[in-house]
């Protein structure tokens, strides 16, 4: 049973950065991660992925340099450091795990397990 557990999610002011870290536990080989967020109101969007070596990342356009995903394999961990926050980020942040292992997707359907997410409040 392949678990994942987010954490490092609160509130802050905007202008700051929050480092999310997603936990992956149950798979014994890693494959392509990415990390995605719902806002209230709106549908659940892409934010960024990794694939399994780390070497590839693939951002949505509006990250525009203030996000960095990033993976340490030896304790399962995925990270997204989140700079120059502004209230639209504002959302539930989730991990997920796709099949992929050399390629990744910001399609949700190529991942087959998430996290249960954990909220990121910025106030302006």
């Known amino acids: 049973q392949v678990q994942l557990v987010e954490s490092g999610g609160g509130v802050v002011q905007a202008g700051d950065s929050l480092k999310l870290s997603c936990l992956v536990s149950?798979?014994?080989?890693?494959?392509?991660m990415g990390w995605f967020r719902q806002a209230p109101g709106k549908e659940r969007e892409f934010v960024a992925a990794?694939?399994?070596?780390?070497?590839?990342?693939g951002y949505a356009e509006w990250v525009k340099g203030r996000f960095t995903i990033s993976r340490d394999n030896a304790k399962n961990t995925v990270t997204l450091q989140m700079n120059s926050l502004i209230a639209e980020d504002t959302a539930v942040y989730y991990c997920?795990?796709?099949?992929?292992?050399?390629?990744?997707?910001?399609?949700?359907?190529?991942?087959?397990?998430w996290g249960q997410g954990t909220q990121v409040t910025v106030s302006s």
């Open positions: 149950g798979r014994t080989t890693s494959t392509s």
């Open positions: 997920a795990a796709s099949q992929l292992t050399v390629t990744w997707s910001r399609e949700e359907s190529r991942y087959d397990y």
């Open positions: 990794i694939t399994r070596s780390g070497y590839t990342t």
